[in-house]
């Protein structure tokens, strides 16, 4: 990484009223003369501050330098290029951004922004977000030398890392996801969202502060340590929820009774809970469309005897075509149908048809 050039794109980023989003796709004269400006806005401030101790040839030697810095700079955003852009997109790279969500999340994460090095890697842990069940890291990769990532991947196309979460000093045997991609067109950064799923961590009250500890001991074949703590939870989260009782109940085709307890809805995401009268061997799927029009589909992250769907984006069909990836908060009502699929058929492969269960319901929306 190029220590000048990340300090560049930092401060392009965090204190010109662009925010530095052009750059993304390379900046021009407009764009250009922002940053001059910008430039020879701090090289005053700073002559004039030194101008009260210094006289003479002094001064004029200060603004000679500083005039240096101010070409070398501006200079930068041309002879950097792609790698200004690259530290751009990982200093802008967050959860909400991982996760596709158009919300603002920022009242809500904790901010890390630690870098721990280890056998020649960097792992940089930027955000946590603590909601209902769940905790959310993410987190940049890169080698020390600068050199693109690879054999990191395993034949599947996952992420060969190991690591561990305590939470207030207790190890965590929880179930997690992991997503990514690569910050730049080099491979050279990359960018990844992990989260864990804590509905069923007992004695845990995540609305109150805890201490969180990550450790990692493995990225790809290599053995070493990561070690990241912080603070946090998820009372802001949860006192920006609305929430709705369902209170319906079906009963699945193997018998197993199942209650839709509740529909909830923040910035992060809508989910539905239920609860199970014992283990079942199918999964829920849960059609919903609001009184806008707008149609989503909520799947299964947590199954159990008690367990949650998330909304995704509702594809009619198998074609791509987005109807919604989010119920309207101002729709007056919602429209929803349970469906459950038999996780494995008589020959043990998986099924993808669902079957409808019970007769669609409504429900208000606070």
């Known amino acids: 990484m190029n220590r000048e050039a990340y300090e560049l794109a930092n401060r392009i980023k965090t204190e010109t009223e662009t925010g530095g989003d052009i750059l993304l796709d390379g900046p021009g004269d407009v764009e250009e003369k922002k940053y001059k400006k910008y430039i020879m806005q701090k090289i005053q401030g700073e002559e004039q501050g030194e101008s009260r101790r210094r006289k003479g040839k002094y001064r004029h030697m200060r603004i000679s330098a500083a005039a240096c810095a101010g070409v070398f700079l501006l200079a930068g955003i041309v002879f950097f290029g792609d790698e200004i852009h690259a530290m751009i997109r990982q200093i802008s790279w967050n959860i909400g951004s991982a996760l596709g969500t158009p919300e603002d999340l920022a009242d809500y994460s904790q901010v890390v922004n630690t870098s721990v090095s280890d056998k020649g890697y960097v792992i940089t842990l930027q955000e946590a977000l603590v909601s209902e069940g769940e905790l959310m890291v993410n987190y940049t990769l890169q080698r020390e030398n600068g050199e693109p990532l690879d054999e990191l991947f395993s034949d599947t196309g996952l992420l060969m ?25 080099e491979q050279k950064i990359l960018g990844v969202v992990t989260k864990y799923f804590l509905f069923h961590a007992s004695g845990i009250d995540l609305a109150k502060e805890n201490e969180f500890r990550i450790e990692f001991e493995q990225i790809g074949g290599e053995k070493g340590d990561w070690n990241f703590a912080f603070k946090a939870d998820s009372s802001a989260l949860a006192g920006d929820t609305k929430r709705a009782e369902i209170g319906e109940s079906f009963m699945l085709p193997d018998g197993i009774k199942v209650m839709l307890d509740e529909f909830s809805s923040n910035k992060l995401e809508q989910r539905i809970t239920y609860s199970l009268s014992a283990r079942s061997r199918y999964t829920l799927v849960l059609d919903a469309e609001d009184s806008e029009g707008n149609r989503v589909e909520f799947s299964t992250r947590t199954q159990g005897d008690s367990g949650y769907m998330l ?39 998986a099924v993808h048809d669902c079957v409808q269960i019970g007769e669609p319901f409504v429900i208000e929306l606070p």
Do not use: W
């Open 311 to 349: 909304n995704r984006t509702h594809y009619e069909a198998g074609v791509p075509e987005e109807t919604g990836s989010r119920l309207d908060e101002e729709a007056e009502t919602v429209t929803m149908t349970l469906y459950a699929r038999k996780d494995l058929d008589e020959n043990g492969q």
């Open 161 to 185: 890392t190991r690591e561990n979460l305590y939470i207030n000093g207790e190890e965590m045997k929880c179930a997690s996801e992991m997503g990514g991609d690569f910050l730049d067109e």
